[in-house]
């Protein structure tokens, strides 16, 4: 069992930056990989991007890369979203999520993902 805090998020302009933290409770941290997700009013929830357990490997939705960057403190159990750049269409509710289907092998399947986040409210100003 994994247990996941969003916190970070809040109100920027078009242009900002900011960086939201997930904290995750439980033991093996380094067994998950860690993913991000978002969604806004009216739509789906889609992927951001994801790092896998050791931190190695990282994967990002095209409209999100090069803007922003995954990383992950497997000492302290948490897991960062450091967001730059960023525009209007970012703004949502974004989630921390977590999977072990795979033994910490980052995926970006919202499916493989078992435990997720209340989320946290990113909101950006045009």
């Known amino acids: 069992q994994v247990q996941l805090v969003e916190s970070g998020g809040g109100l920027v302009q078009a242009g900002g930056s900011l960086r939201v933290s997930c904290a995750a409770s439980g033991r093996t941290f380094s067994n998950y990989a860690l993913g991000w997700f978002r969604q806004a009013p009216g739509k789906e929830r889609e992927f951001v991007g994801t790092i896998s357990g050791s931190g190695s490997t990282t994967y990002y939705a095209g409209s999100v890369k090069g803007r922003f960057t995954i990383s992950r403190d497997n000492a302290k159990n948490m897991v960062y979203l450091q967001m730059n750049s960023l525009k209007a269409e970012d703004t949502a509710v974004y989630y921390c999520?977590?999977?072990?289907?795979?033994?910490?092998?980052?995926?970006?399947?919202?499916?493989?993902?078992?435990?997720w986040g209340q989320g946290t409210q990113v909101t950006v100003s045009s």
């Open positions: 999520a977590a999977a072990s289907k795979y033994l910490g092998v980052a995926t970006t399947r919202k499916d493989d993902y078992a435990y």
